[in-house]
């Protein structure tokens, strides 16, 4: 099992790249990741000044994004980390700064990758709005395992999950009888592709014991809700959350995360992915 954290750390090393974070609540915690992350970034930080780097002092957060967008258009900076300004507004204005149609919040591929101990690995399907469909399910694994294969350089090891056990009671809930039928219809269509793949129902746990790094949940209302549980009562740790379909290096995140260390760093080793 490899530990996405080092992946992304040992990428980091190769080349420092230049990087832009919102920052609008300068605790100690975050000031301290911020140095840290110096170490592998040029990092401009847009909201407040903080000593020791590159700022644009700017208060209101609408605001803010406009100058963290406006750097990465004009190629100031060569990748982004939210931080703390607005998701849906910075994601927004993203697409008229960069002339793109905006994609449909069922389509939207932002993955979170997880780590605690020696467990690490890609969760899909954790929006709301994810995996109500076979072709959604479809459409987001392909671009999850196109990551971990092409940009992360590993073999994807899948665990595809769903609802109900064979020994359940099926037909006795259309919905549950649905989600259950695209989760089955999903490891198919993986293990068709030759890709290594296993359903495991709602044995999250095996999953993870037995080594997945990419788990792939039923729909998005449970991977959403599953994802927040270990990252606010489980104490995992969230390494990244990347948007995979801008062309950009555009790095999302929790909207209580106040330590940006792993943020950086990936958005970081995305840009260095490529260089040997």
Same mark, same amino acid.
């Given at each position: 099992m490899k530990d996405l954290e080092k992946v992304f750390l040992d990428r980091a090393k190769k080349k420092k790249r230049k990087i832009a974070i919102a920052i609008l609540r300068p605790i100690k915690e975050t000031v301290d990741s911020l140095i840290s992350a110096s170490e592998f970034a040029e990092l401009t930080v847009v909201g407040v000044d903080i000593p020791g780097f590159n700022c644009f002092s700017?208060?209101?957060?609408?605001?803010?994004?406009? #100058?963290?967008?406006?750097?990465?258009? !004009?190629?100031? @900076?060569? /990748?982004?980390? &939210? /931080?703390? =300004?607005?998701?849906?507004?910075t994601l927004d204005l993203f697409y008229k700064y960069f002339n793109k149609?905006?994609?449909?919040?069922?389509?939207? =591929?932002?993955?979170?990758?997880?780590?605690? !101990?020696?467990?690490?690995?890609v969760v899909g399907t954790c929006s709301v709005y994810q995996g109500h469909t076979l072709n959604d399910k479809i459409y987001e694994a392909e671009k999850l395992v196109h990551y971990i294969d092409?940009?992360?350089?590993?073999?994807? #090891? @899948?665990?595809?999950?769903?609802?109900? &056990?064979?020994?359940?009671?099926?037909?006795k809930y259309q919905i549950l009888d649905e989600i259950t039928k695209n989760s089955r219809d999903l490891a198919k269509y993986l293990l068709n592709k030759g890709y290594d793949v296993k359903e495991y129902y709602m044995e999250y746990e095996t999953a993870v014991w037995e080594g997945c790094n990419l788990i792939l949940p039923s729909i998005g209302y449970v991977?959403?809700?599953?994802? #927040?549980?270990?990252?606010?009562? /489980? !104490?995992?740790?969230l390494l990244s959350c990347p948007y995979l379909d801008l062309d950009v290096v555009y790095e999302d995140g929790? &909207?209580?995360?106040?330590?940006?260390?792993?943020?950086? @760093?990936?958005? =970081?080793?995305m840009l260095n992915k490529d260089n040997k």
């Open positions: 700017i208060k209101n957060t609408e605001d803010a994004s406009q #100058k963290l967008l406006s750097l990465l258009k !004009d190629g100031s @900076i060569e /990748g982004i980390v &939210r /931080g703390q =300004v607005k998701d849906t507004y149609t905006p994609i449909p919040s069922n389509k939207k =591929v932002c993955p979170a990758v997880m780590k605690k !101990d020696k467990y690490s690995f092409k940009e992360l350089k590993l073999k994807p #090891k @899948i665990g595809v999950m769903g609802i109900l &056990r064979p020994t359940s009671k099926h037909g991977g959403n809700s599953w994802l #927040k549980a270990l990252l606010y009562l /489980g !104490d995992w740790k929790s &909207r209580n995360e106040t330590d940006y260390f792993n943020h950086i @760093i990936h958005a =970081v080793a």
